[in-house]
Nanobody, 128 residues
Framework: QVQLVESGGGLVQAGGSLRLSCAASGRTFNNYAMAWFRQAPGKEREFVAV??????AYQDSVKGRFTISRDNAKNTVYLQMNNLKPEDTAVYYC???????????????????????WGQGTQVTVSS
């Protein structure tokens, strides 16, 4: 059974940092695209970042502040979040998608449709 388990969320002041982790089990995800999405109260779930191989893509609002990375040996993906803002407050979800090829891969992977596996989420709260 495939499982994605997020950790690392918490309460932090604006300007602070957190590192989220997503541990995958039940399958080898080396060839999969791994992403982070988030959902704030009363809002729809939105794309945050994705890593496909060594390629990455980010939502504009987090560029320069967030960094996605992966450790294939540990089957784990990370999201380093720096200079956090109150508007980053949300439940953060890890997701996995089968390999996608082509020059428009980042466009396809910024939507939720390609993702078959999802974690339960971890709460991130940024106080002002």
């Amino acid at each position: 059974q495939v499982q994605l388990v997020e950790s690392g969320g918490g309460l932090v002041q604006a300007g602070g940092s957190l590192r989220l982790s997503c541990a995958a089990s039940g399958r080898t995800f080396n060839n999969y695209a791994m992403a982070w999405f988030r959902q704030a109260p009363g809002k729809e779930r939105e794309f945050v970042a994705v890593i496909r191989g060594s390629d990455t893509a980010y939502q504009d609002s987090v560029k320069g502040r967030f960094t996605i990375s992966r450790d294939n040996a540990k089957n784990t993906v990370y999201l380093q979040m720096n200079n956090l803002k109150p508007e980053d407050t949300a439940v953060y979800y890890c997701a996995a998608a089968p390999p996608i090829y082509g020059s428009r891969w980042s466009v396809h992977l910024s939507g939720s449709e390609p993702y078959n596996d999802w974690g339960q989420g971890t709460q991130v709260t940024v106080s002002s």
